[in-house]
């Protein structure tokens, strides 16, 4: 099904995404928005996990698990993450990480 | 230029535009929905490459689980139509720029190098090859990461729900202490 594209397009694409997800962390301000760039950076490191498995590897499945269990990861990342944000926002009334600086009320 | 050719640069042109608004749209709740479609054609391109079963977790925890679950915290913690604070124009500059260093480098890199495709016989990853290499501990099995992956999803979630918990009592601890005279 993919005779015709090259192994590099592929590895294009994830670091664009890689680095879009990096810009979004940098410029952001608001905690859940840097939360979804983070699950970009994620997703484009999976995406570079089976693509190596897919053209250099095809006859074991490694790169195919490896991005299985960080998509669990990133899972429960994402869950601890939303109940930390939703703990800041019920003590401080603001996600923005500009108003953030202290650890304790 | 056959079909599967456009498919993948439909999807490699929707994953970078969609990643594109995703962090630069002032919406929150829109660019919430953005990374949803980033997510969507990534499982797309894993459909793409046969890895149906890795494609299906990935709609169903990333475009099912996550997406919702961000959704419901913008929406508990802000409004629908508030916008976003953004950095100043110098720093965003200065992202960009050091972003862009590092994609040109890397892509550099990815082009000088030569990958050798394997033409070893491809291994059929169907759900039932992928569950028996979940639960077999030999060479090429993947029983202790299984197990280790649902102790760490046990461990996050208690611990989610240990954070997020409303403490009744915060009230009333707060005022012991405020008349304890030893504070």
Redesign the interface.
């Known amino acids: 099904?993919?005779?015709?594209?090259p192994?590099?397009?592929?590895?294009?694409?994830s670091?664009?995404?890689f680095?879009?997800?990096?810009?979004?962390f940098?410029?952001?301000?608001?905690l859940?928005?840097m939360?979804?760039?983070i699950?970009?950076i994620l997703?484009s490191v999976?995406?570079n996990f089976?693509?190596f498995n897919?053209?250099?590897?095809?006859?074991?499945?490694h790169g195919?698990?490896f991005?299985?269990?960080v998509?669990?990861?990133?899972?429960?990342?994402?869950?601890?993450a939303?109940?930390?944000?939703?703990?800041i926002?019920?003590n401080f009334k603001s996600?923005?990480v500009?108003n953030l600086d202290q650890m304790k009320l | 230029m056959s079909l599967n050719d456009i498919m993948f640069y439909l999807f490699a042109g929707s994953i970078l535009t969609f990643s594109l608004l995703t962090v630069t749209s002032r919406r929150i709740l829109r660019s919430a929905v953005y990374l949803l479609f980033v997510l969507v054609s990534t499982a797309g391109i894993y459909f793409m490459l046969n890895y149906n079963f890795l494609a299906a977790v990935q709609l169903t925890v990333y475009a099912g689980g996550i997406i919702v679950l961000i959704i419901f915290s913008i929406l508990l913690t802000s409004h629908v139509s508030e916008k976003a604070v953004v950095a100043p124009v110098k720093q965003q500059i200065f992202s960009a720029l050091a972003v862009a260093a590092g994609a040109v480098l890397t892509i550099m890199t990815i082009f000088k190098f030569a990958f050798v495709p394997s033409t070893a016989p491809a291994v059929d990853a169907n759900v039932h090859n992928v569950g028996l290499a979940l639960v077999s501990y030999n060479r090429d099995g993947f029983a202790l990461p299984f197990e280790v992956i649902s102790i760490l999803l046990l461990a996050a979630m208690v611990g989610a729900i240990v954070l997020a918990k409303k403490e009744k009592n915060l009230e009333s601890a707060g005022s012991q202490t405020k008349n304890n005279p030893d504070k």
């Open positions: 099904m993919i005779d015709n594209i192994l590099n397009a592929f590895l294009v694409i670091t664009l995404m680095f879009i997800g990096i810009y979004g940098l410029t952001r301000r608001n859940i928005t939360l979804m760039s699950e970009l997703n999976n995406i089976v693509v897919k053209f250099l590897y095809p006859n074991l499945l195919h698990f991005s299985l269990i998509i669990a990861v990133a899972a429960s990342e994402a869950a601890v939303i109940a930390i944000i939703i703990n926002y019920r996600i923005d500009d």
